[in-house]
């Protein structure tokens, strides 16, 4: 079974601090990991993606660090906004199929002001 | 990335029903998916529909509980036939592009209650 571990299950930080979610992958096959940000009644929104022939991505705020040889990577969300409260999903795939994601279990971020 | 339609946005049936989700993309892709979200929970892949063919279900899911229509390459359809309560969750539709664009879009969502 091919499966995506997240951590934590829920986050609270306060406005401006960094919060730091990990998700850990067992099928080294993987080659594609995405982070997805889902408010409440809407579907997730792809936030940022990256292939495991780089250790860090950065697109704005939000930093994907990725670990191959640990087959782990983590979301960093620099100078975070109330506006980040959502829930937050890893997943990953193996892109040279085309084959479905796989998701973690989700973090749900709260951000106070 | 792919703009997608979903309808409808929720609904609340009656147990022993049947609701037909509808999933319209503004492109053509090749492959299309549909995922169920209970409340509070993570994306659990339903199945891959398949153009002109018959849908691939996960496991756990089965074609009578959930058939899926994928007439052309730009819609499709996901029936939950006889609901029960247990069937409440949200039903996302899901598109990927391969290639120069690689990534995966999903539509709103259609938020189901079974009463």
């Known amino acids: 079974q091919q499966q995506v571990k997240q951590s934590p299950q829920s986050l609270i930080v306060q406005k401006g601090g960094i919060p730091i979610i990990n998700c850990a992958y067992e099928?080294?096959?993987?080659?594609?990991f995405p982070w997805y940000q889902q408010f409440p009644g809407k579907g997730p929104a792809l936030l940022i993606a990256?292939?495991?022939?780089?250790s860090e991505k950065k697109e704005g705020r939000f930093t994907i660090s990725f670990n191959k040889s640990a087959k782990q990577f983590s979301l960093h969300i620099m100078d975070s906004q109330p506006g980040d409260s959502a829930t937050y999903f890893c997943?990953?795939?193996?892109?040279?199929?085309?084959?479905?994601?796989?998701f973690g279990e989700g973090t749900q971020l709260t951000v106070n002001p | 990335s792919a703009v997608i339609s979903q309808k409808p946005s929720r609904d609340i049936c009656q147990r022993g029903t049947s609701l037909t989700i509808q999933c319209q993309v503004d492109?053509?892709?090749?492959?299309m998916f549909w995922y169920r979200q209970q409340p509070g929970q993570s994306l659990t892949l339903i199945a891959t529909?398949?153009?002109?063919?018959?849908?691939?279900?996960e496991s756990g899911f089965v074609i009578d509980k959930f058939p899926i229509s994928r007439p052309n390459l730009t819609f499709s359809t996901l029936t939950v036939s006889n609901m029960s309560p247990e069937d409440s969750s949200i039903y996302l539709c899901?598109?990927?592009?391969?290639?120069?664009?690689?990534?995966?879009?999903f539509g709103s969502g259609t938020r189901l209650t079974v009463v």
């Open positions: 899901s598109v990927v592009f391969l290639g120069q664009y690689y990534g995966y879009t």
């Open positions: 099928n080294t096959a993987f080659d594609y």
């Open positions: 990256i292939r495991p022939d780089v």
């Open positions: 997943a990953a795939s193996q892109e040279t199929s085309g084959s479905r994601l796989t």
């Open positions: 492109s053509q892709v090749t492959m």
């Open positions: 529909a398949n153009q002109g063919s018959e849908a691939t279900y």
